[in-house]
C-alpha cells in the first residue's frame, strides 16, 4: 500500500479482513464503537469500526455523524503528527450504509490494561509507560487545534514491542464537543468534577484520566470495573481515586511493595510520583497540572534521570504475549 494515500475502503474490504468482524480479532470498546485487528494484503492493521446508534445519538443532537470520520481523517493527515513514535499512521477508511470505520497501520499487541493485569512490568517500565504517555497526551493538548485523546484508561492504551504507549481512541474535538451524557468510558477514570457539573469534557478532565491510569501502574489496583451508565451501582468507595484519597498521607508512596523492590526503584521516586498522581486527580480542576506540568515532574525522576543507561534492554524484552 502506499502510505502517501488514503485508501478508501469497502465495507467488504474490512469484512474479509476481520472475518466478519470476529471475536476473535475484537481488541476492545472504543468511545463510538470498537477496535478489531485484522489483515489486508498480508499487512497486519487495526480498524476502529463505528457503532451506527451511536453515530445516530450525535445526529440527534445536532452533531454531523460524518464529521467524526472527516475530522479524524483531517487529524491523522496532519503533517505535524509525522515522526510522533507514540501515533500511528492512517492507512484509510470506509464509509458505507453497512460499515463505517478507519483503518491504521498499527500490529496491535496487547493493552496496558492485560499487561498491568498479567503483573509483567518493572518499576523502570511503568515510568517509562507513563512518561511516554504524558509526552503524547502534551503533544495532543498542544496543538493549535482543540483536539484530546478522550478516552484514555488502561483498557484503551497499546503498548509495542518497546513499551512506548499508543492511543486508539481519539476523537478530534474541533468541531465535536463531548458532553457527559455522550460519554461511554468507564467511569472510574471519569473526572468526577465534570460527571458532577456537566459541560464540556477540556484538558482538565484528560488530566484526571492520566492520574488514575498513573495510579494503576504505581499501586497494581485494576480500575476498570464500569461504565457511566452502571454509576448507580457502584460503590464509590472501589473507586482508585477515592481509595487513594483514602490512603494517602504527605510524603508517603502509594507504590505497590513489590515494586519497591525493584532493582531500580528510589524512595525518594516513590513519594514524588505518588504525589503527582494525587494532584492529578484533584476534584477542581484548577488544582491539577497540565500535562506540560506533569512532564517536569516525571523528568525529575532519579529514574527517568538515568534513563540512558537504564532501560530494560537488558532484561525481559518479550514480556508481552498474546
Given at each position: 500500500?502506499?502510505?502517501?494515500?488514503?485508501?478508501?475502503?469497502?465495507?467488504?474490504?474490512?469484512?474479509?479482513?476481520?472475518?466478519?468482524?470476529?471475536?476473535?480479532?475484537?481488541?476492545?470498546?472504543?468511545?463510538?464503537?470498537?477496535?478489531?485487528?485484522g489483515n489486508i494484503e498480508g499487512q497486519h492493521v487495526s480498524l476502529k469500526i463505528l457503532d451506527d446508534e451511536k453515530l445516530e445519538c450525535l445526529s440527534s443532537k445536532n452533531i454531523d455523524k460524518y464529521l467524526i470520520?472527516?475530522?479524524?481523517?483531517?487529524?491523522?493527515?496532519?503533517?505535524?503528527?509525522?515522526g510522533n513514535p507514540n501515533l500511528v499512521s492512517l492507512i484509510g477508511y470506509c464509509w458505507e450504509e453497512d460499515v463505517k470505520g478507519v483503518v491504521y497501520d498499527l500490529s496491535s499487541l496487547v493493552t496496558l490494561h492485560t499487561i498491568i493485569m498479567k503483573d509483567r512490568l518493572n518499576w523502570i517500565q511503568r515510568i517509562n509507560v507513563i512518561y511516554e504517555l504524558a509526552?503524547?497526551?502534551?503533544?495532543?493538548?498542544?496543538?493549535?487545534?482543540?483536539?484530546?485523546?478522550?478516552?484514555?484508561?488502561?483498557?484503551?492504551?497499546?503498548?509495542?514491542?518497546?513499551y512506548k504507549p499508543k492511543l486508539f481512541d481519539l476523537v478530534p474535538?474541533?468541531?465535536?464537543?463531548m458532553l457527559k451524557e455522550q460519554l461511554t468510558m468507564s467511569t472510574c477514570y471519569i473526572d468526577p468534577h465534570f460527571s458532577m457539573r456537566g459541560g464540556e469534557w477540556n484538558r482538565s478532565c484528560e488530566v484526571f484520566s492520566f492520574g488514575i491510569v498513573l495510579l494503576e501502574l504505581l499501586t497494581k489496583r485494576i480500575s476498570d470495573i464500569g461504565k457511566t451508565e452502571d454509576h448507580a451501582s457502584i460503590n464509590l468507595n472501589?473507586?482508585?481515586?477515592?481509595?487513594?484519597?483514602?490512603?494517602?498521607?504527605?510524603n508517603c508512596s502509594l507504590v505497590h511493595k513489590n515494586l519497591q523492590e525493584d532493582w531500580n526503584y528510589c524512595a525518594i521516586d516513590g513519594v514524588a510520583v505518588t504525589q503527582l498522581a494525587m494532584q492529578c486527580i484533584e476534584f477542581f480542576p484548577s488544582n491539577r497540572p497540565s500535562m506540560k506540568d506533569v512532564?517536569?515532574?516525571?523528568?525529575?525522576?532519579?529514574?527517568?534521570?538515568?534513563?540512558?543507561?537504564?532501560?530494560?534492554?537488558?532484561?525481559?524484552?518479550?514480556f508481552i504475549s498474546s
Open positions: 500500500m502506499d502510505p502517501t494515500q488514503l485508501v478508501v475502503f469497502t465495507s467488504q474490504d474490512l469484512i474479509a479482513c476481520t472475518n466478519n468482524f470476529n471475536e476473535s480479532n475484537l481488541i476492545g470498546l472504543t468511545q463510538l464503537g470498537r477496535f478489531f485487528r470520520i472527516k475530522e479524524e481523517v483531517k487529524f491523522w493527515i496532519n503533517p505535524v503528527l509525522k509526552m503524547l497526551l502534551k503533544f495532543i493538548h498542544d496543538q493549535e487545534k482543540q483536539n484530546m485523546a478522550l478516552n484514555i484508561s488502561a483498557s484503551h492504551i497499546l503498548l509495542d514491542k518497546d474535538l474541533n468541531e465535536v464537543k472501589s473507586l482508585l481515586h477515592i481509595w487513594a484519597k483514602n490512603e494517602y498521607k504527605p512532564i517536569q515532574s516525571l523528568e525529575n525522576l532519579t529514574v527517568l534521570q538515568r534513563l540512558g543507561d537504564a532501560r530494560p534492554i537488558k532484561r525481559e524484552k518479550n
